[in-house]
């Protein structure tokens, strides 16, 4: 299932989270003390900035985080896997039909074995993403969600939202806060109160992450002159060992119009496909006898750096 526990899974993560913090120039979690401590637990981000926004909640949480995404991208199989793997299960909308809604039952129901095998879920309440300010109306999932799983596992359920506040959505590597707040408590209820319960509950998270996302970040300063020659050389060897990443990004970006997808694909081009293209080329060289073993070494670790050297750089 979805929530068993994964060595492979557990080793990507990690070089994950590790990267997703290199990504940010400034990275601060508040608020962790909300998060109730042996208790099921499900997150309810903001959602403003599609792959990113999941990445910042796996990197608050040291255990592994089941997600939902849209059902649409699981239509092909072997996608399908890749989202499996990475524990992330479909959960359909309106848009897909009433045939697709009547599948969700098989998703809560993976959400509430989830909860009661320890691990926490995530799904994001406002149902698709939106860089516009405020929070949009909640959608019913994360209720009937939490619901159910009170209802399966005998005892409260935990909603703990996170307003997730970026410096600028446009901007690659510049600022994040994840504020989290304090957790709406859902206990099991009677069938016929549960609608009103369900209300109750997508009001209190609406005013709640209207809290928690109500801060702006400042923009960073621009910086001096001295310090932006000194690092002209650094600049200039990152961005040669960055051309993969810039191909990369330069062929995705042509083809997608929502631009909030434009920092996810940078974050995986930069942190994720190029350190490999990079090692690829390095032991090829290696056994080539062009590079040594230690210039393999040097080039992978400057793989990983490069993005922070350039685009601090930049303003």
């Given at each position: 299932m979805v929530?068993?526990?994964?060595?492979?899974?557990?080793?990507?993560?990690?070089?994950?989270?590790?990267?997703?913090?290199?990504?940010?120039?400034?990275?601060?979690?508040?608020?962790?003390?909300?998060?109730?401590?042996?208790?099921?637990?499900i997150y309810a981000p903001n959602h403003?900035?599609?792959?990113?926004?999941?990445?910042?909640?796996?990197?608050?949480?040291e255990r592994p985080v089941v997600f939902a995404a849209r059902a649409d991208i699981f239509r092909k199989k072997g996608q399908a896997k890749v989202l499996d793997f990475l524990k992330i299960i479909p959960i359909s909308r309106i848009r897909d039909g009433v045939e697709a809604l009547a599948e969700n039952?098989?998703?809560?129901?993976?959400?509430?074995?989830?909860?009661?095998?320890g691990l926490p879920f995530c799904i994001f309440p406002e149902g698709r993403h939106s860089q516009e300010p405020g929070i949009l109306p909640l959608r019913k999932g994360i209720a009937r969600i939490a619901l159910k799983a009170a209802g399966d596992m005998g005892k409260p359920v935990y909603i703990v939202p996170v307003g997730l506040v970026y410096e600028d959505l446009r901007i690659f590597r510049t600022s994040l806060k994840i504020n989290i707040g304090a957790a709406l408590q859902v206990s099991p209820v009677a069938e016929e109160d549960s609608a009103h319960e369900s209300r109750r509950i997508l009001l209190d998270l609406q005013d709640s992450l209207s809290a928690l996302t109500a801060e702006k970040l400042p923009h960073r300063k621009a910086q001096v002159l001295f310090l932006r020659i000194v690092r002209v050389p650094l600049t200039f060897a990152a961005a040669i060992v960055m051309l993969p990443a810039f191909a990369i990004i330069s062929l995705i970006l042509r083809h997608i119009k929502d631009r909030a997808f434009d920092n996810s694909i940078r974050y995986v081009a930069c942190y994720l496909i190029n350190p490999l293209i990079i090692l690829i080329l390095s032991l090829i060289l290696l056994a080539a006898g062009l590079l040594p073993w230690w210039g393999v070494v040097g080039l992978t670790m400057l793989s990983l750096i490069a993005p922070s050297l350039y685009y601090n750089s930049r303003k």
């Open positions: 929530y068993d526990n994964d060595r492979l899974y557990n080793f990507l993560v990690h070089y994950v989270r590790w990267t997703f913090r290199l990504m940010f120039r400034s990275l601060q979690v508040c608020g962790k003390e909300n998060i109730p401590e042996g208790s099921a637990v403003v900035n599609t792959l990113l926004d999941a990445l910042a909640v796996l990197s608050m949480e039952d098989r998703t809560f129901q993976v959400a509430s074995d989830t909860l009661n095998a």
